[in-house]
Every structure is written in C-alpha cells, then in structure tokens.
C-alpha cells in the first residue's frame, strides 16, 4: 500500500553526466525533469520558444539603440543636459583652496563638494557652457 513518488531523469548521450551544466538543454524540460509541469514538452514547443526568445532579444537590442540615438539628438538639442564630471582643484587635504567665489563648474575638495552655480548670461564669466 506504498505510493512511489514518480522520477525523471535525463540520460546523458554524448556526456557524462556530471559534465552537464544549467542551460545544456531546453528550460521546458528542465521544467518537467523538477516537475513544474505535468507533460514533457513537444519539438514543436521548444522550437517556438526558442524563436520567440531570439525575436525578444533582437527587438531589445533594437529599442536600446533607438534610444541612444535618441538620447544623443537631445543632448545635441541641448533638450537634457549632458554628464558633468566635479572638476577637483586644490589639494586633498587642504580643507579649501584659492578664492571662494561661485563657479559654474561643480567642485570637490577634501572631504567637501561644492555644486556647480547658476551664473547670468553676461556676467563676467569667462567660460559658458
């Protein structure tokens, strides 16, 4: 009156089996083998899986394209800003370091950051951005 639990199993053919990795073969069998689903899969099954993945994939390369040359036409625009990098003047371990006076450029010293101010058009600054 013992109820055995059914098992599956792969039979390794060109292998050993201990040389078999995640991935080797289709997730639908794997799915099966840990019994996440009740009826192996079909040829036909696996092989639109798969077609679909690789469309899934290309339209992603696709979008991400489509969106640096977007981003770049912006930042060409001038419609986004582009990355701005804290320019460090001074030494390390000087707690400042020549005039204070507002700059446009974010600045970094020691262990202060200084962000970068807004100046008028116009206003004596010598470098505009």
Do not use: C
């Not at 689903?37 to 899934?56: A, C, F, Q, V, W």
């Amino acid at each position: 009156g013992q109820i055995i639990p059914e098992r599956r199993f792969v039979e390794a053919i060109n292998r050993q089996a201990y040389q078999y990795e995640m991935g080797d073969f289709p997730t639908e069998w794997e799915a099966w083998i840990r019994k996440k689903r009740n009826d192996p899969p079909t040829i036909e099954e696996i092989l639109k899986n798969e077609n679909y993945r690789e469309e899934m994939k290309q339209k992603i390369k696709d979008v991400s394209e489509k969106d640096k040359l977007l981003q770049a036409k912006e930042y060409k625009e001038g419609l986004v800003a582009g990355p701005v990098h804290a320019q460090v003047k001074g030494h390390a371990s000087a707690p400042y370091y020549g005039k204070k006076e507002p700059s446009q450029d974010p600045t970094s010293t020691a262990s202060t950051f200084q962000p970068g101010s807004w100046m008028p058009p116009g206003s004596g600054s010598t470098h505009n951005k």
